[in-house]
């Protein structure tokens, strides 16, 4: 019995240029994305860094239109989908040319619209959060400068049950 083919693509990265759609005679949509993905590796003096890996992505139809309206250079975005190999004759008649691309099922947008190129490290994240920041949590275990919130609430652990010495943990299990 034949082993069953599987051929799926994941990869969360940020757009290198504006998308680019057009239409087929048909009427179909077709959008262009290139996708950076970084891998991260030890050079040779033994530090990490950073390898940018570029991918062309297609996608179709009302998706496609979507990713055209919505979309710019520098947003993030998650790609699921697979790989497509194609070969075609050069237009200058120099022989075959090939290339293996996306076909993305789906494109999630990560990130917001003023994500794209804020300068907030190049990955397009931002740290916003709709949850306060308790700044004591922050703070090194036992350090009287994180001892209480800024609310005036006690500190966790410190309530009803709990203990408040300094230097045990808090983990609520």
């Known amino acids: 019995m034949a082993a069953t083919n599987l051929n799926r ?9 504006d ?15 290139r996708v950076a993905c970084n891998s991260r590796r ?27 309206r919505y979309l710019s250079k520098g947003r993030p975005v998650g790609i699921d989908g697979r790989l497509d190999w194609r070969e075609w004759e050069a237009s200058d008649g120099s022989g075959k040319r090939q290339a293996v691309q996306i076909v993305a099922d789906s494109v999630q947008f990560l990130g917001g619209r003023e994500d794209a190129g804020t300068g907030n490290g190049g990955n397009g994240f931002s740290s916003r959060s709709d949850v306060p920041v308790n700044e004591g949590d922050f703070q090194p275990a ?11 609430q006690p500190a966790p652990g410190g309530g ?3 203990s408040s010495a300094a230097g045990e943990d808090d983990i609520p299990f």
Request: net charge negative; aromatic share 6%.
């Open 19 to 33: 998308p680019e759609l057009r239409s087929l005679p048909s009427g179909t949509a077709v959008c262009s994305l």
């Open 142 to 152: 036992g350090s009287p400068a994180g001892g209480q919130p800024s609310s005036g």
């Open 42 to 68: 030890k050079g040779q003096n033994g530090e990490w860094e950073d390898k940018p890996n570029y991918f062309d992505v297609t996608v179709w139809g009302a998706q496609g239109e979507n990713c055209s």
């Open 160 to 162: 009803p049950g709990g």
């Open 9 to 17: 693509v994941v990869l969360t990265g940020n757009l290198t240029r």
